[in-house]
Structure formats: C-alpha cells, structure tokens
C-alpha cells in the first residue's frame, strides 16, 4: 500500500513539476543570439542573431521564424527542414546571449536606460537595477507600457504602496520590450 502511494506521489510531483516548468520556458527574442549545430557536419555549425523581424536565417535551411519559439521549437523546425537534404539530422540549438530580453527605463530613477532581463523580473527589481528613484520622482504613477502587436497596454506600478505592503499586484513581472516610465 505504501508503495503504491509513493509510486503515486512521485508520479504526481513528476507531473506537477513538468507542466510549471514547460510554462516557463523561455520564449525567444529579437536580438538574442543563437549557437546552432548538426551533428557530424562541421560545414553546418553557426552562430545567428534573431533579426528584429523574428527570423533566423541557416544553411540548407533558410528562413525560420526564432522570435517567441522556444529552443526545442527551433531545433524541430531545423530538423524538419534539413531533413530534405541530409538523413537524419541531429539539430543543437543553444542560446548563448539574450540581448533580445531587455527592458527600458526613462524618467526621474538614478541611471535611466535598458536592461538585460537574465532573469524574470518585476517592476520593483528592474527599478532597482535602474538605482532606485530619484527624489523628485512621482512614486504612485509609475506606468509599464507593454506592447501586444499593434496594440498597447499601461500598466499602473504603485511603488509608495509596494513599499508599504499594500497593492502588490501591481508589482507586475515584466516582458521583454517593456518600458517603465518614471514621471
């Protein structure tokens, strides 16, 4: 019985850790630069950047669309793709810089400027990495601009109340290509 139940509970956490850890894959950039390889083909090893349009471009393979693709969706679009040409292709795609993933920072915070998100970011913490406000700054409207396609959204950041404890969902984690503005 006990067995069973830990046969379950692995099963279960094996799962629970695999669906939270796909949802955070991280999705490629414009920008972002890529070491690709085909295994025992030394013609075909290359280092590309993500256009600003999205694509890669690679032999045999041509155009690929990179930008909000994850790694292993590069790899199987290449695969594909050279599969016309060669038996059997073996594609490594690794990212080697994350230029793409940067946030912008403008108005009254100590170093104003873009910021290479290596990691997930908030609001708060990407001020930090900006050396925080300056004293004039308008501290409960702060604003994110994010861009979906052709659209835009703002998004409030209530720093005084942040720091309070309070109106912590507006703490919001940021993507690439946000702009915090600081009035």
Do not use: C
């Not at 850890?21 to 083909?41: K, Q, T």
């Not at 669309?65 to 590069?74: F, G, I, N, P, S």
């Not at 404890?165 to 940021?174: S, Y």
Request: proline fraction near 4%.
């Amino acid at each position: 019985m006990l067995k069973r139940f830990l046969v379950l509970f692995v099963a279960l956490v094996s799962l629970f850790s695999s669906t939270t850890f796909a949802a955070e894959r991280y999705l490629l950039n414009s920008g972002d630069v890529l070491d690709i390889s085909v295994w025992n083909e030394e013609s075909l090893q290359k280092q590309v950047t993500v256009l600003p349009d999205g694509v890669i471009t690679f032999p045999l393979a041509g155009e690929v669309v990179a930008k909000d693709k994850t790694v292993a969706e590069v790899e199987e679009e290449l695969t594909k793709k050279l599969s016309e040409y060669l038996a059997d292709p073996v594609v490594t795609v690794s990212v080697t810089n994350v230029e793409g993933n940067r946030v912008h920072i403008l108005g009254k915070v100590l170093n104003p400027g873009s910021f290479v998100m290596n990691q997930p970011l908030d609001a708060m913490q990407a001020l930090s990495l900006a050396g925080g406000l300056s004293p004039y700054a308008e501290e409960n409207n702060i604003i994110v601009l994010r861009r979906d396609g052709a659209k835009q959204q703002v998004l409030p950041v209530k720093y005084a109340e942040i720091k309070k404890g309070k109106a912590l969902n507006t703490n919001i984690t940021l993507e690439s290509g946000d702009v915090i503005i600081v009035p």
